[in-house]
C-alpha cells in the first residue's frame, strides 16, 4: 500500500517556491533556445501556478477562494502535461529531462497527497 505523507500544509509550503521556481529556471537553464514553447511553457505555468496558489483556501492562500480539491486536480494536469510536452512537443536534451522529471515529481506529490478525514458538522 502507498504511504501516503504529503498533507494539505506541508503541500502549501511547496506551493509558492515551485511556482517561482517555474518561472525563474527557465532563464537558469537556457530553456528555449531550439524550442520557444520549452521557455514559455514553464513561465506561463508558473505564474498560473503563482495565482492558483493565491487563490487556494489553504492557510497559505490569500484569497482563498478555490478549493484545495481543485488546486490538486490542476496540479495533477499539470504533471500530465509536463511528462507529456517532451514527447508531444519534441523537446530534447536539457529541456526533454526538465519537463520530464518535473512532470513526473508533480505527479508523485499529487499521488503521494494525505486525505483529511471528514469532519462531520454537529
Known sequence: ????????EIHAYLDYPVALS????PFVLGLGAVNP??????????????GLTILTD?????FRILPYSFHLAVDGMV???F???PL???FTGIEFWYY?????TVLAVVSLHKAEPNVAAA
Open 22 to 25: 517555474l518561472m525563474a529556471m
Open 100 to 104: 520530464m522529471v518535473l512532470g513526473l
Open 1 to 8: 500500500m502507498l504511504t501516503r505523507f504529503i498533507t494539505k
Open 37 to 50: 514553447l520549452a521557455f514559455w511553457l514553464s513561465v506561463a505555468t508558473g505564474v498560473a501556478a503563482l
Open 88 to 90: 508531444v512537443l519534441g
Open 58 to 62: 489553504h492557510h497559505l492562500g490569500v
Open 83 to 85: 511528462a507529456a510536452a
Open 79 to 81: 504533471g500530465v502535461v
